[in-house]
């Protein structure tokens, strides 16, 4: 029996971008983190997103809103149009679902998927989307600095000055590099 390896999830405050994030390493070596309609499944769950099951075509309907969102937000980074191809599948999506906030008894809120369906996840990451593409909620849509990574994240730094998508990944990654980097330099002077 072999056992499959499956990459953790990279999970952040922000729905839509954390979504995102279901692929990394989008300009290295490609990371799914999503292989299966099933990881689909587990993602949305851990966002409180529960839905009932996932088909081969709903992961690649998922697949096809990331990707839409990530063209999306990369363009709002770049300060370029947004792709209408990208921006209409995450108005798509949005107005596919049937999903709605509900008040919870500790005075906080999540959504109530009405069918329990993954078109109805889908429809609050777009909608989550729309609302920090546009510029809705306080924050910056940035692109992560790592070469390799280029993840879009929502940045809401005190100056927007964040550079990395997550610190404990990228942005150690890169620090150890320029690290590295300098040690084999001082200890090769003649360089």
Not at 89 to 116: F, M
Request: proline share 6%.
């Amino acid at each position: 029996m072999s056992v499959t390896f499956v990459p953790e999830f990279r999970l952040g405050k922000v729905l839509a971008t954390s979504f995102t994030a279901t692929l990394t390493e989008r300009r290295g070596e490609p990371v799914e983190r999503m292989p299966v309609p099933s990881r689909l499944v587990d993602w949305l769950a851990v966002y409180g997103l529960v839905v009932d099951s996932c088909s081969d075509s709903q992961l690649e309907r998922a697949r096809e809103l990331r990707e839409s969102i990530h063209a999306a937000a990369t363009a709002v980074a770049e300060r370029n149009p947004i792709p209408p191809s990208a921006a209409r599948v995450i108005n798509d999506c949005s107005a596919h679902g049937q999903a709605s906030p509900v008040l919870t008894a500790e005075g906080g809120w999540k959504w109530r998927l009405r069918s329990g369906s993954v078109e109805d996840a889908l429809s609050v990451i777009a909608a989550d989307a729309i609302s920090v593409i546009s510029g809705e909620r306080p924050g910056k849509i940035a692109l992560c600095a790592s070469p390799t990574c280029r993840a879009a994240f929502f940045d809401t730094s005190r100056g927007h000055t964040r550079r990395w998508c997550e610190m404990n990944t990228c942005g150690n990654r890169e620090k150890k590099e320029r690290f590295l980097a300098s040690k084999r330099k001082s200890s090769n002077p003649a360089d």
